[in-house]
């Protein structure tokens, strides 16, 4: 696994992108590339997400709550124990969220997703 405070030769911070529709997934990518960050995936499933994160650790990820009838906790588990920051961009209502103690205190951009605002948390993050 690579260092987790290694940030690429165009000094980009590498974000892991977890959504299983294909457009907005598309849309994440762009926005985060325009945003000045490397993108790991993105991951339509937990198996990918859970393989892309044990092949790389990136500096943070985006995380959709619902893939194709699983949840994206274990993913969130992971990061978690990695010490990897992440954020939501699930239309979940906030009450089937706090039933994972996981995603407790977790920001959730929501969907559709303000890309603006999603960067600029992101790049809240430290590096």
Known sequence: MDDPAE???EGRRC???VEDEVLIAMELTAALIDGGFRVLGPAASVD???DLVSEERPHAAV???NLVGEKVTPVAL???ALGVPFILASAVQASELAAHPVLAGVANMGKPTDLKRLIDALRG???
Do not use: P, R, S, T
């Open 15 to 17: 974000v892991l992108v």
């Open 7 to 9: 940030i690429d030769v």
């Open 63 to 65: 995380l959709d709550f």
């Open 48 to 50: 990918h997400a859970l």
């Open 125 to 127: 993050f430290k590096a």
């Open 78 to 80: 992971q990061l978690k």
